[in-house]
């Protein structure tokens, strides 16, 4: 079993800037990729960024430009840095753990609680 535990939530204004931690624990040489998710209220949990073990990264269109997930093995820490952020990126972003890089929330087999970000207009 791998844990992971979110952390860096909040409020912020519109154009303002979050970084996002995801500690991992347990099992974390099974882990290779790992990725941020997010959901809006009455929305489906949609894709944000992921990153392979060697740093390959892959993002949302949406967040392209804005986003940066980067993550620290020695540390087992994974990050989502966020700029420019809009009120449309309000949401529960949660981290996710796995054996590939994939966008398919459902190919991940460990999940964080979530961390709630709100931005105001």
């Known amino acids: 079993q791998v844990q992971l535990v979110e952390s860096g939530g909040g409020l912020v204004q519109a154009g303002g800037s979050l970084r996002l931690s995801c500690a991992a624990s347990?099992?974390?040489?099974?882990?290779?990729?790992m990725g941020w998710f997010r959901q809006a209220p009455g929305k489906e949990r949609e894709f944000v960024a992921a990153?392979?073990?060697?740093?390959?990264?892959h993002y949302a269109g949406s967040v392209k430009g804005r986003f940066t997930i980067a993550r620290d093995n020695a540390k087992n820490t994974l990050y989502l840095q966020m700029n420019t952020l809009k009120p449309e990126d309000t949401a529960d972003y949660y981290c996710?753990?796995?054996?590939?890089?994939?966008?398919?929330?459902?190919?991940?087999?460990?999940w964080g609680q979530g961390t709630q970000v709100t931005v105001s207009s």
């Open positions: 990153i392979g073990w060697t740093g390959g990264t």
């Open positions: 347990g099992r974390t040489f099974s882990v290779i990729a």
């Open positions: 996710a753990a796995g054996p590939r890089t994939t966008y398919y929330a459902e190919q991940y087999d460990f």
